[in-house]
């Protein structure tokens, strides 16, 4: 007997870094649980995500935005514009260090980049687009374990992990900002998966990890405020 598919409560879903990875793993498993994606690429070159969407037929849509550009974060909020979504999750992130490279060894140019898209990226994402989600929807962004200050007991990824640091104090600002909101907040930590920039050494697969992670996201609508959780819904400490 074939396993009965979860129903999530979040209908309409807007994935921003959508195109392969987490994202289009995100994608798929909202989709599966019928829901209606719109999922974002960067560039026009054809993606996971695109042969996904073939698939799917008019359960998905597809829309670019590199949110390294506020022009095209602008552009993309302006063609939402008029719909709502359940839940907003910003998936999009990058990495150009090596795991065990310290953080003097990468490049100013590689460092700018990567805290340009980890952090300052997807919060000007969340800034223009939070306006689309439900008065009572989820705002979530994809952090990581290895954004825990207190967690770091063994280095490695030093200058990701201060990527993520700096995007979960960005979000706690702008949760305090936004303390009278009755949407969910969430800074989402999936485990270290085997993706593109997980890497073959990674820990999970991404059925491993996606999965539990939407069951946790799910769980959490309705639940104003900010939260740093796990794929299976603990709490990370700061």
Do not use: C
């Amino acid at each position: 007997m074939t396993a009965e598919i979860r129903q999530t409560v979040n209908r309409s879903v807007l994935i921003v870094g959508a195109s392969r990875g987490l994202g289009e793993a995100i994608v798929e498993e909202y989709v599966a649980r019928g829901a209606h994606a719109v999922g974002t690429v960067r560039g026009e070159t054809a993606t996971p995500l695109h042969e996904f969407a073939a698939r799917a037929g008019d359960s998905v849509e597809i829309e670019q935005v590199d949110i390294d550009h506020p022009d095209q974060i602008d552009s993309l909020a302006a063609r939402l514009a008029g719909r709502q979504f359940d839940l907003l999750f910003v998936v999009a992130g990058i990495s150009l260090a090596p795991m065990e490279d310290i953080a003097v060894q990468i490049s100013t140019q590689d460092f700018s980049r990567m805290m340009v898209t980890n952090a300052l990226g997807v919060m000007r994402a969340v800034e223009a687009l939070h306006g689309l989600v439900s008065p009572t929807g989820t705002i979530a962004v994809m952090s990581s374990g290895q954004g825990s200050i207190s967690d770091n007991t063994q280095a490695g990824f030093e200058v990701y992990r201060a990527t993520k640091s700096a995007l979960n104090q960005l979000m706690r600002s702008y949760a305090v900002r936004h303390a009278e909101d009755a949407r969910a907040i969430l800074l989402m930590a999936p485990g270290w998966v085997k993706t593109t920039l997980g890497g073959p050494q990674a820990r999970l697969e991404i059925s491993d990890s996606i999965p539990p992670l939407v069951d946790t996201v799910d769980a959490q609508r309705g639940i104003p405020g900010l939260q740093y959780l796990d794929r299976n819904g603990a709490t990370i400490p700061w």
